[in-house]
């Protein structure tokens, strides 16, 4: 009996020993363990990348664009928003999709204006604008209070204006766009500007800023 177990003892050892010295398969266990994981660092890599340049892509036009805005440039048959936008969306190289791209321009009569909400009476002493309660100087003319002081447009001879464009990037992978991206699977990128648009004619005439409820 004892011989028995001695045997059935030796020949478990002797195939333990034999299954750490067998090297069939290694390499492609090891392989399933490596291959996801360089897999995705690749991907993401290349997620990156594109997000870095269209960024980069992004802040290039918008800066062309209004560099050509300052300078009241046309071209034939256009307005002056037209020829920015078409300018902005052609140094995008094709690499933007047009259709998540959003390109707007607000004009102040002065860099302080930028960003700033119109003034209000706060007679309701809640801090906040409160419609048919406060009063408010529409400064753009509008006729509605805006958190924004800022009118669309290009602007005339000597005005302030931001540019700004806003683009919905769309990721490569599934992946990623959940991992990274918003609710739709979208990165929104932004890239501005504000510049003061060059002498070059007679200035727009102003509208008649009003106190308003």
Same mark, same amino acid.
């Given at each position: /009996? *004892?011989? %028995?177990?001695? *045997?059935?003892?030796?020949?478990?050892?002797?195939?333990?020993?034999?299954?750490?010295?067998?090297?069939?398969?290694?390499?492609?266990? #090891?392989?399933?363990?490596?291959?996801?994981?360089?897999?995705?660092?690749?991907?993401?890599?290349?997620?990156?990348?594109?997000? !870095?340049?269209?960024?980069?892509?992004?802040? =290039?036009?918008?800066? $062309?664009?209004?560099?050509? +805005?300052?300078?009241?440039?046309? $071209?034939?048959?256009?307005?002056?928003?037209?020829?920015?936008?078409?300018?902005?969306?052609?140094?995008?190289? =094709?690499?933007?999709?047009?259709?998540?791209? &959003?390109?707007?321009? %607000?004009?102040?009569? #002065?860099?302080?204006?930028? +960003?700033?909400?119109?003034?209000?009476?706060?007679?309701?002493?809640?801090?906040?604008?409160?419609?048919?309660?406060?009063?408010?100087?529409?400064?753009?003319?509008?006729?509605?209070?805006?958190? $924004? &002081?800022?009118?669309?447009?290009?602007?005339?001879? =000597?005005?302030?204006? !931001?540019?700004?464009?806003?683009?919905?990037?769309?990721? !490569?992978?599934?992946?990623?766009?959940?991992?990274?991206?918003?609710?739709?699977?979208? /990165?929104?990128?932004?890239?501005?500007?504000?510049?003061?648009?060059?002498?070059?004619?007679?200035?727009?005439?102003?509208? &008649? &800023?009003?106190?308003?409820?």
């Amino acid at each position: /009996m *004892r011989q %028995k177990n001695n *045997r059935i003892t030796g020949g478990l050892q002797t195939f333990l020993r034999r299954l750490r010295q067998h090297q069939t398969g290694a390499v492609l266990i #090891e392989s399933a363990f490596v291959i996801p994981v360089i897999a995705l660092a690749t991907i993401g890599t290349l997620e990156v990348g594109v997000t !870095m340049l269209s960024i980069v892509m992004l802040e =290039g036009a918008i800066s $062309e664009a209004s560099r050509a +805005g300052m300078t009241g440039a046309t $071209e034939n048959g256009q307005t002056r928003e037209q020829y920015i936008n078409d300018l902005l969306k052609e140094k995008t190289f =094709g690499m933007i999709d047009l259709n998540n791209l &959003v390109i707007t321009q %607000k004009v102040y009569e #002065e860099f302080a204006d930028v +960003g700033t909400p119109e003034p209000f009476a706060d007679n309701d002493g809640d801090g906040i604008y409160s419609p048919g309660v406060d009063a408010y100087t529409d400064i753009n003319c509008n006729d509605k209070w805006d958190d $924004e &002081v800022g009118k669309n447009g290009a602007g005339g001879p =000597g005005e302030v204006v !931001m540019y700004k464009a806003v683009y919905d990037a769309n990721f !490569m992978t599934g992946y990623f766009s959940h991992m990274i991206g918003d609710d739709d699977g979208k /990165m929104q990128l932004s890239a501005s500007t504000v510049i003061q648009n060059e002498p070059y004619g007679t200035p727009p005439p102003g509208c &008649v &800023v009003e106190v308003k409820m």
